[in-house]
Structures are given as structure tokens and as C-alpha cells.
């Protein structure tokens, strides 16, 4: 049987990777952008700022959470942590991965029919084509690590649901 050390140490990590991902995923979401300059950023979907969104409430939601991981983590040894605490962060980190679940489908979802469109359409010429296909297809990458960033997500919430159902059933066992 693995410590709650272990698994509390576990979900420190994940959180930790989830920030790198999610940082990795805005930053380049903000900053893809067109070779050509055009008169207006019509081609920069809502989408895509839902998805940054997204991400920042998840970089919130563990810039939360890992003060608590650090606390659990020193007193795992000593006494059983509080199920007060266990449920708060149990249903934040919840709330953080349908957050990033909906941001991830945004992303794919708006990426995925602004490419359709743009593929099927009369542009004027095949440059401006060629420059807005670039632009959704690098589209993908920050939808990718925002997917990345929702599977250690709902890692982190499996074991949170873990280490709160040990403590409701007075499991202090730390084998």
C-alpha cells in the first residue's frame, strides 16, 4: 500500500506540471498570430480567449492548491488533515478540471470549424488562405497542452477524492 505521503507528494507534482502546461498553453496561445497584418483581428475566434481564460482559472485554482499539498505534505506523518480541507480542495480541484474540460473543447472545437470554413472558402487570393490554415493550425498546440493540463487535472482530483475518502473512514495507516 503506498503513504499518503506518497500520493499527497503525487498530486504536488501534478499540480506543479499542470502550471508549467497551462502557462505554456496561454502563452502560446497569445501568441500565435497571422504573417500578414489585417485591418482587424477578426480571425482571432472568442474561443480562444475562453481558453485563456480557462487556463488562467486553472493556474488560479492550483496557485490554490498547492500551499495545501505543501501543508498535507508536512503534516502526514504527525496527525490525520482535516476533512474540512480534504472536501475544499477536493471540489476546487472539481471545479478546475470541468474549467479546463470546457476549454479544451472550445479550443478543438473553434480550431476544427474555423479550419473547415477557411479551407472551403473563396478567399480573395491563396495567400491569405495559406496565412489564416498556419494560424489554426498552430491553433492546435496550446489546445493540446490545455488537454494535457486537464488530464493531470482530473489526476490530481482522483487523488484528492482518495485522500478525502481515507480520512472520512479514519484510515490514518501510513503504509
Same mark, same amino acid.
Do not use: W
Given at each position: 500500500m503506498v503513504s499518503r505521503a506518497a500520493w499527497v507528494g503525487g498530486v504536488l507534482v501534478s499540480r506543479l506540471l499542470m502550471v508549467a502546461v497551462l502557462v505554456a498553453a496561454v502563452l502560446l496561445t497569445v501568441n500565435n498570430d497571422t504573417k500578414r497584418k489585417y485591418a482587424d483581428d477578426f480571425y482571432k475566434l472568442e474561443s480562444y480567449s475562453y481558453t485563456v481564460a480557462a487556463a488562467a482559472i486553472g493556474m488560479a485554482g492550483c496557485a490554490l492548491q498547492v500551499p495545501v499539498a505543501v501543508y498535507?505534505?508536512? $503534516?502526514?506523518?504527525?496527525?490525520?488533515?482535516?476533512?474540512?480541507?480534504? !472536501? =475544499?480542495s477536493m471540489h476546487l480541484d472539481v471545479v478546475v478540471t470541468v474549467m479546463l474540460a470546457t476549454g479544451v473543447g472550445a479550443g478543438f472545437g473553434a480550431t476544427v470549424d474555423a479550419l473547415r470554413?477557411? &479551407?472551403?472558402? $473563396?478567399?480573395? !487570393?491563396?495567400?491569405? $488562405?495559406?496565412?489564416?490554415?498556419?494560424?489554426?493550425? $498552430? %491553433?492546435?498546440?496550446?489546445? =493540446?497542452?490545455?488537454?494535457?493540463?486537464?488530464?493531470?487535472?482530473? %489526476? #490530481?482530483? =482522483?487523488?484528492? #477524492?482518495?485522500? &478525502? #475518502? &481515507?480520512? #472520512?473512514?479514519?484510515? @490514518? %495507516?501510513? @503504509?
Open positions: 498535507l505534505l508536512c $503534516k502526514s506523518k504527525r496527525t490525520t488533515p482535516s476533512t474540512l480541507v480534504l !472536501d =475544499v470554413y477557411v &479551407r472551403h472558402s $473563396k478567399l480573395p !487570393d491563396d495567400e491569405t $488562405k495559406q496565412d489564416f490554415i498556419r494560424y489554426y493550425n $498552430k %491553433a492546435f498546440y496550446p489546445a =493540446v497542452l490545455l488537454l494535457a493540463g486537464m488530464v493531470l487535472s482530473m %489526476a #490530481a482530483t =482522483v487523488v484528492s #477524492a482518495r485522500l &478525502r #475518502a &481515507r480520512a #472520512a473512514n479514519g484510515d @490514518v %495507516a501510513d @503504509v
